[in-house]
């Protein structure tokens, strides 16, 4: 018989947990989570909802109300871990952190990202920043809707956002790839980019990290009232020292630029594969934030979020012990038949779409939530004015990604 072991917080091993009891989530390869993880999610939600995945080196949850418990409870199952690596690269923050540390570093941030504030800074230059980019696309009559629209978007209103609109659009995303690259490289579920060892990915991510920081530092000593200042002088009397203000900046901007891509992009994918859905959204523009929302719930931007058990805990049934990882499924969850009728159905008149948990849930419910359905919104609406938009039949895409999934690019053609 093989020995199956897993690795532990402090780098050991032990037997895994259930080894032998859970053969679905066994049989589960990274590359199927990748490719079209939803057949088989379902499968595990109806008989595996707390699977032992080898393949994940941890515990997948797939249902909803169980998704639901994991992210409500920090106090069981925490994202304050040493393997957590975003951390290690950018120091700690929201993102990171639990418990009253955790509600000091959000509540900094929590006025200027709610939804009031939101519409009231930055509503006029999303709709704008929108219309600028499918205006520039329109003569072509034909492109890719990830890389002139969702991409650059994302990026514009993150720098907009963070008061760094002055800063290069391409600098801002050397940075970022080279910062996500330093964590990919850490964690050790990917590899760095080809031809870098992982040394080398994470020297260039650290390198990254210092010039956003010394470009955030000089945002927070200006006195412009932007967001960044406000988190400094402190939100719901949570003064941040400006490492921490910059550490949170970091993480804003990645989540701004990574999901809000994929937001789109998918939300644009569903619309035009459904002649029929894209027809109503047309005729009544108030379905577009419904559509979004439907969107998310069939692929959300991030399939996964984890956490780690604090202490023994029992979940469905399941034991799972002090220090083990659990990835919460938001993909599997969306797609439950217990919520959501029709699960695997695009529809934009759901009436329940909204309680997709796209965007997380609990302590750590996604602070940009606004904003990104804000941008969403306005790409949608803005990439409909192109008349006879359709997907290119000569350049299909699905959707891609163990962790973020998206699709790699959106080609559609339209009437110049």
Not at 339 to 348: E, M, Q, T
Request: charged letters at 20%; a neutral charge.
């Amino acid at each position: 018989m093989v020995k199956v072991t897993f690795r532990d917080q402090n780098g050991g091993t032990r037997p895994a947990p259930g080894h032998g009891l859970f053969p679905l989530g066994a049989a589960i390869t990274l590359a199927d989570l990748d490719r079209d993880p939803h057949p088989r999610l379902a499968r595990l939600r109806d008989a595996e909802p707390v699977s032992w995945l080898p393949a994940l080196n941890g515990w997948l949850v797939t249902r909803h109300d169980l998704a639901v418990a994991v992210m409500r409870d920090s106090s069981a199952f925490t994202v304050d871990d040493p393997r957590f690596s975003t951390a290690r690269v950018v120091g700690p923050s929201m993102l990171s952190l639990d418990g009253a540390v955790h509600g000091r570093h959000r509540a900094a941030f929590t006025k200027g990202f709610g939804r009031g504030e939101i519409r009231a800074r930055l509503a006029a230059f999303v709709e704008a920043e929108a219309g600028r980019l499918v205006a520039a696309m329109r003569p072509a009559g034909a492109g890719d809707l990830r890389r002139g629209l969702a991409g650059p978007l994302a990026v514009a209103v993150v720098a907009e956002a963070l008061g760094l609109g002055d800063t290069d659009p391409a600098t801002l995303l050397d940075w970022y790839a080279a910062i996500v690259g330093s964590v990919s490289a850490l964690t050790g579920d990917q590899g760095p980019a080809p031809g870098a060892s992982r040394e080398e990915a994470v020297a260039r991510g650290a390198a990254a990290f210092r010039s956003l920081s010394a470009r955030l530092s000089a945002v927070l000593g200006a006195p412009d009232g932007s967001l960044l200042a406000g988190a400094a002088g402190g939100g719901a009397g949570a003064r941040l020292d400006p490492g921490e203000v910059i550490s949170n900046a970091a993480v804003i901007m990645f989540g701004g630029i990574e999901t809000t891509e994929g937001m789109i992009g998918n939300a644009m994918l569903h619309l035009l594969r459904d002649p029929a859905q894209l027809a109503l959204v047309r005729a009544d523009d108030s379905l577009v934030p419904n559509a979004v929302e439907e969107s998310l719930r069939l692929e959300p931007a991030a399939a996964v979020v984890d956490r780690y058990a604090t202490r023994d805990v029992t979940l469905a049934g399941t034991g799972i012990r002090a220090g083990d990882l659990v990835s919460v499924s938001l993909a599997g969850a969306g797609r439950d038949p217990a919520v959501f009728a029709d699960p695997d159905r695009f529809d934009v008149r759901r009436h329940n779409a909204r309680l997709n948990l796209a965007f997380a849930h609990g302590p750590h419910f996604c602070l940009g939530a606004h904003l990104a359905r804000l941008e969403a919104q306005a790409a949608v609406r803005a990439a409909l004015t192109l008349p006879g938009l359709h997907l290119d039949p000569g350049r299909p895409a699905e959707p891609r990604g163990l962790v973020f999934r998206k699709p790699p690019a959106v080609h559609v053609r339209w009437r110049p």
